[in-house]
């Protein structure tokens, strides 16, 4: 823009400027007001000459530009390190939080170590204490299993005596019994092939004919309790004869007289006795005599039931006949005791005594190999 063109304006002097005290004159107030006004056309008159000029628009654009983009930076940055701060405060509460998670963790670990050291100490100390208990327990199992064997040996060891000396097939029948149980009781699989020996021995002595030696034997001892109230032949008939008379005297139906002649008559034939005889005379017996026969007679029957219990029939039967023989010579065979001990005597003597027992060999035989294998293998 040229000089022409300006406004014809007259700068203010530096001495033109108001004066702002209120006590001033109207000639001091002018002059402020003319220099006002000179300071506003200076003002006007730069802003024309910064408008002549394009660059320097531009320059004063750019600084605003620039200035509202610190500005704005400036801002932006401000609220980003604000957020950072913000998020640097959170992150830190978090990594206090996770440190002390971590520290509470760690710790937990550390007690969790601690007992689970404690329990692999419990633990193999119960792995110990149960080797210990099941070699204890293998121990006395086989001290019973030893104890066991050697008692059913026993039982089987006694029991075959028996039945080979007595023929007591009874007894030798319970004794496999009580030897089956007692393996059954142990409840081992290594007992089953014994269990089926000793099973296999009960079957043949269960079929086995049985003897009952105890009836018998004890029908013998009655027959030789029996001896003593035995009457011999020469005594039969005067007791009887003696037995009708007092039977006659004690008859209430008789008077006085009739009973009294009674008792003489028997006292007078007591003097006399006539005796018929269908067989051969036995000889009279001293009371010394009497005694020998009759305990001679026990002795017999004795023998018989020894015969007996050994299972000797030869001698049995012989004993019973000859015992038979010497009632039937010597003692009264009309009397009704001695009519009983000789059908006693006849029954029995027909009996068979001697029987064929088998043996418990092969139950013996399979307890004791076992023993053997079983000391082997330990």
């Known amino acids: 823009m040229s000089d022409s063109q300006k406004d014809p304006m007259i700068e203010p002097g530096p001495d033109a400027q108001q004066d702002p005290r209120p006590g001033a004159s ?8 003319s220099g006002a006004t000179r300071s506003s056309a200076g003002w006007q008159s730069a802003a024309q000459r910064v408008m002549d000029k394009p660059w320097t628009i531009a320059v004063v654009v750019l600084v605003v530009v620039l200035g509202w983009q610190w500005y704005a930076s400036t801002s932006q940055l401000g609220a980003l390190r604000e957020e950072l701060a913000t998020r640097l405060r959170d992150s830190d ?23 689970l050291a404690q329990l692999d100490a419990k633990l193999a100390e119960s792995q110990s204490q149960q080797v210990a208990l099941e070699a204890l327990y293998q121990e006395l199992a086989r001290n019973r299993d030893e104890w066991a064997l050697s008692e059913i040996e026993q039982i089987l060891t006694t029991a075959s005596q ?24 142990s409840d081992r699989p290594q007992f089953i092939p014994l269990r089926k020996t000793l099973a296999s021995d009960i079957d043949r ?3 086995t004919p049985t003897l009952d ?10 027959m030789i309790s029996s001896i003593d109230g035995l009457p011999l032949s020469a005594e039969g008939r005067a007791a009887e004869d003696r037995a009708a008379d007092k039977r006659a005297a004690a008859d209430p139906a008789q008077g006085f007289w009739r009973r009294l002649g009674s008792e003489i008559w028997s ?8 005796q018929v005889m269908d067989r051969a005379e036995p000889g009279l017996l001293s009371p010394g005599q009497n005694f020998f026969l009759r305990e001679n007679l026990k002795l017999r029957l004795l023998n018989a039931r020894l015969a007996l219990l050994s299972r000797d029939q ?23 005791s001695t009519q009983t001990l000789e059908a006693t005597l006849k029954q029995m003597s027909s009996a068979a005594v001697q029987i064929e027992v ?9 307890v004791r190999n076992y023993k053997v294998v079983r000391d082997k293998a330990r």
Request: hydrophobic letters at 45%; zero cysteines.
């Open 267 to 274: 006292e007078v034939r007591s003097l006399i006795r006539v």
């Open 205 to 207: 002595l269960k079929a």
């Open 213 to 222: 030696v105890a009836g018998m034997t004890l029908r013998i001892d009655q």
């Open 162 to 185: 028996q039945l080979q000396l007595a023929g007591n097939v009874q007894g030798a029948l319970v004794a496999l019994q009580t030897a089956d149980a007692r393996l059954a009781r």
């Open 314 to 336: 030869t001698t049995f039967r012989e004993d019973l006949r000859t015992a038979s023989a010497w009632v039937a010579r010597w003692f009264d065979a009309r009397s009704k």
């Open 26 to 33: 109207p000639a001091a107030a002018g002059e402020s007001a």
């Open 358 to 366: 088998p043996t418990i060999g092969e139950s013996l035989n399979a």
């Open 93 to 115: 509460a978090d990594s206090r939080d996770a440190r002390l998670v971590a520290r509470q963790a760690q710790e937990a670990v550390r007690e969790a170590q601690t007992k």
